[in-house]
């Protein structure tokens, strides 16, 4: 198992038992070249029917993996249910044949200038453990525009890294979800005058936009159009 997989399955782990959500679907990917699978998309949900609607509504996890042109992708989405203010949590593990890479983050719920209690809650106390990804020797910025960063957080971590540090950085991935934890138990300010559902259905809009996010471009090449909706579709509902 490859460092960006074992990382990557490390944090669904605890995020399943944290959470007690439950597998829902499970499809495997295949792309236009070949039949063989090049990764899976995997759709967890709570069980049964709670007395009050979790925090937590799913949880999204795609793999992609073709070695022929040395991709080693795995991305996890927790989302929040849509009136909650608890930020999303994100992890984007990645292997190229040339580096290895991460994306970290709380999606934020509500607009975090004018919410400063919100933004102090959410977001202050992972001040430290982000300044500590840029101290680690081989972490380096990664090349990602201001367009994209305005639908994330600014406590965003998103670098490349060699191996050595990519391992490193397996204890910022542990100190974000613990402190992600922390929120979907105690709750969160209330962000007055937000729609937080109609604001996090345009936030995602954008967010998993090809306009805005090129990825899915390359998305499409590898799994043809059909797939690669079903994946989007996925994260914005």
């Known amino acids: 198992m490859s460092l960006p ?10 995020l399943l038992a944290a959470t007690g959500l439950s597998p829902s679907s499970h499809l495997d990917l295949t792309g236009p070249m070949s039949p063989a699978p090049v990764g899976a998309l995997r759709v967890f949900r709570p ?15 795609v793999s992609l993996v073709v070695p022929p042109i040395g ?8 989302f929040t249910r849509p009136e ?11 292997a190229s044949s040339e580096y290895h890479a991460m994306h970290l983050d709380l999606i934020p719920r509500a607009e975090l200038a004018v919410h400063l209690e919100y933004l102090d809650v959410c977001f202050l106390p992972l001040t430290e453990p982000l300044e500590a990804v840029w ?14 960063r305005a639908m994330m957080s600014p406590w965003m971590v998103v670098c490349r890294a060699t191996e050595d ?13 613990d402190h ?28 998993f936009s090809p306009e805005v996010d090129p990825v899915w ?7 043809g159009p059909e797939q690669s909706d079903l994946v989007r579709g996925e994260l914005l509902a």
């Open 180 to 207: 992600w934890f922390s929120l979907v138990e105690k709750g969160v300010p209330d962000p007055d005058g937000t729609d937080l559902a109609a604001r996090d259905t345009a936030n995602r809009a954008n967010l």
């Open 5 to 14: 997989e074992a990382l990557s399955e490390r944090t669904l782990s605890r």
């Open 135 to 148: 101290k680690v020797d081989g972490v380096s910025p990664a090349a990602i525009g201001p367009r994209q």
């Open 71 to 78: 991709l080693d992708s795995h991305m996890i989405f927790a």
């Open 47 to 61: 069980a049964g029917a709670p007395a009050q609607p979790a925090v937590v509504e799913k949880v999204v996890a």
């Open 217 to 223: 471009h390359q998305v499409t090449r590898l799994l």
């Open 84 to 94: 909650s203010a608890v930020p999303h949590f994100t992890l984007d593990s990645v």
């Open 165 to 177: 540090a990519f391992e490193k950085l397996g204890t910022t991935v542990e100190v974000y979800l």
